[in-house]
């Protein structure tokens, strides 16, 4: 009788988990690139601003809708990785969400790092099915040396 090689991948994928501890790698879809805006576009890194404004537009072929505010996180910030949450948000029309972060979290990370302008701010997010993400990614000038601690 013939054995398919299907058969014999079988039984080597099942030796090799029983034996080598081995696990198939799942790969995680890439997010959906969308459309974001922060505010201010020049961060003065001396002013006593309390927050920073991301504008997401929906992500193509989803209603703003879709998008889940609180999985909505500052990412990375010029390079550097970052977790930071929204403090509040709000649906501002059909196709866009207005986010608002801790301005003081955002200056903090560019300080300690010595970031130079230009930095690049991504956010990353889930849809409401949960089953895929999205990213997005703007540019911010720097301005000023920081407050004094």
Same mark, same amino acid.
């Given at each position: 009788?013939?054995? /398919? ?20 790698? #799942? ?24 927050? $920073? ?17 609180? /999985?909505v996180?500052?990412?990375d ?12 948000w ?5 196709d ?9 979290? #955002?200056?903090?990370? $560019? ?5 130079k /302008?230009?930095?690049?701010?991504r956010?990353n ?16 000038? $720097?301005k ?6």
């Amino acid at each position: 009788m013939k054995r /398919s090689l299907m058969f014999y991948s079988g039984i080597l994928f099942l030796v090799l988990a029983a034996f080598c501890g081995f696990q198939p790698t #799942v790969v995680a879809a890439q997010p959906i690139e969308t459309e974001i805006d922060i505010h201010p576009q020049t961060l003065n890194l001396k002013a006593k601003g309390k927050v $920073i404004t991301c504008i997401v537009e929906a992500p193509p072929g989803y209603a703003i809708e879709d998008i889940d505010p609180e /999985s909505v996180l500052i990412t990375d910030i010029g390079g550097v990785a970052a977790d930071i949450a929204a403090t509040r948000w709000a649906f501002e029309d059909d196709d866009t969400l207005m986010l608002k972060y801790p301005r003081s979290e #955002v200056v903090d990370v $560019i300080v300690e790092n010595q970031l130079k /302008s230009p930095v690049a701010i991504r956010i990353n997010g889930s849809l409401a099915n949960y089953e895929e993400g999205f990213t997005g990614v703007d540019t911010v000038k $720097i301005k000023g040396k920081g407050p004094k601690k």
